[in-house]
Nanobody, 127 residues
Framework: QAQLVESGGGLVQPGGSLRLSCTAS????????IAWFRQAPGKEREGVSC????????SYADSVRGRFTISRDNDKNTVDLLMNSLKTEDTAVYYC????????????????????WGQGTEVIVSS
């Protein structure tokens, strides 16, 4: 059964760092662009970052550009999101999603072609 599982969330102080991981089981990620989304309490889900199937192209939301870095290891079947200089407004549940496309095609506040979603991992940035 195809499944995505996020890990690495937790409580961190403002200015701190976390690395989130998205691991796939039941299918290979190397044919899919992978995106990270987040949803804060009371807010709509928003796209955070996306990486093409080869890892050669990345995209970031303006709110995280320069602080977050997305990467992938197709051999390990994982996609990571390194989050530095975290702010309280980064508090949210973070989800990874696999696209049916190999590239990140912008759509609305995120990217299109998403077909599989993980259950999410919670990030709380608080002092």
């Amino acid at each position: 059964q195809a499944q995505l599982v996020e890990s690495g969330g937790g409580l961190v102080q403002p200015g701190g760092s976390l690395r989130l991981s998205c691991t796939a089981s039941g299918f290979r990620l190397n044919a899919h662009a992978i995106a990270w989304f987040r949803q804060a309490p009371g807010k709509e889900r928003e796209g955070v970052s996306c990486i093409s199937s080869s890892g050669g192209l990345t995209s970031y939301a303006d709110s995280v550009r320069g602080r977050f870095t997305i990467s992938r290891d197709n051999d390990k079947n994982t996609v990571d999101l390194l989050m530095n200089s975290l702010k309280t407004e980064d508090t949210a549940v973070y989800y990874c999603a696999a696209s049916q496309l190999v590239r990140c095609v912008a759509y609305g506040s995120g990217w299109s072609g998403l077909s599989s979603w993980g259950q999410g991992t919670e990030v709380i940035v608080s002092s």
